[in-house]
């Protein structure tokens, strides 16, 4: 069966310069989330979009931004990346039928700032 | 504020012996409660989930978990624990409000040590 597809897996930047994730969904599914997975830490929801609108928002920093495609793939853009961005990124989806509904994840993009 | 709390920050078993690791959460309403697995280097996988009805649930990989919403807890369980489970897992919540958009929030996850 089809996954969540990340990429790309691992992903090393300089401080300050700029990262684009990208994350295609299970087909058909039309919800798609990003999560960030700091060092030790819990998953945090950064920011989520349904039919190719933004749906919700978390701790997402100003200098993130993100977009749903027409093909449903997403991508998350990061500028003047900082140490402390280097964490694990998640992509996730799901059908958006109701709230009973599993969301699978990605294998996740480890960015690495230095 | 909303939160999951796994308290265990590790868990040990021997194996073949029953294994359970704990989950409490504070959320308004009633939620929506998952478990998800993950492995070093990996996504995270789903386990299991509660939505409504009998308060056993059983998921993948023989594991199971028990709602109980007098004290606000989904424990995942399982009878006899294998050296492949170990893994870090978490649990998290969605809450039922129709204008969420599905959001999860996750526990702070518990790494479970399977020995020989």
């Known amino acids: 069966a089809a996954g969540v597809i990340q990429s790309p897996r691992h992903l090393i930047k300089e401080k300050r310069e700029t990262a684009t994730l990208k994350c295609y969904p299970i087909?058909?599914?039309?919800?798609v989330y990003w999560y960030q997975q700091g060092p030790g830490q819990d998953p945090q929801f950064l920011i989520s979009?349904?039919?190719?609108?933004?749906?919700d928002k978390g701790s997402i920093p100003d200098r993130f931004s993100a977009q749903q495609f027409s093909d449903y793939h997403s991508e998350l853009n990061m500028s003047s990346l900082e140490l402390g961005d280097s964490a694990l990124y998640f992509c996730?989806?799901?059908?958006?039928?109701?709230?009973?509904?599993?969301?699978?994840f990605g294998q996740g993009t480890r960015l690495t700032v230095v | 504020a909303q939160s999951v709390a796994q308290p265990e920050d590790q868990v040990n078993v021997a194996e073949g012996n029953p294994l359970t690791v704990k989950c409490t959460y504070s959320v308004s309403g009633n939620p929506y409660l998952f478990w998800y697995v993950q492995y070093p280097n990996r996504g995270l996988q789903f386990l299991l989930k509660y939505i409504t009805g009998d308060n056993l649930v059983k998921g993948s990989y023989g594991f199971e978990a028990e709602f109980n919403k007098s004290q606000t807890s989904f424990h995942l369980k399982k009878p006899s624990a294998l050296v492949s489970d170990s893994a870090l897992y978490f649990c998290a919540v969605r809450v039922r409000e129709s204008s969420n958009t599905g959001k999860l929030i996750f526990g702070q996850g518990t790494t479970l040590q399977v020995k020989p």
């Open positions: 996730a989806s799901r059908v958006r039928g109701g709230l009973n509904t599993e969301a699978f």
């Open positions: 087909p058909r599914h039309d919800t």
């Open positions: 979009f349904y039919e190719k609108m933004q749906s």
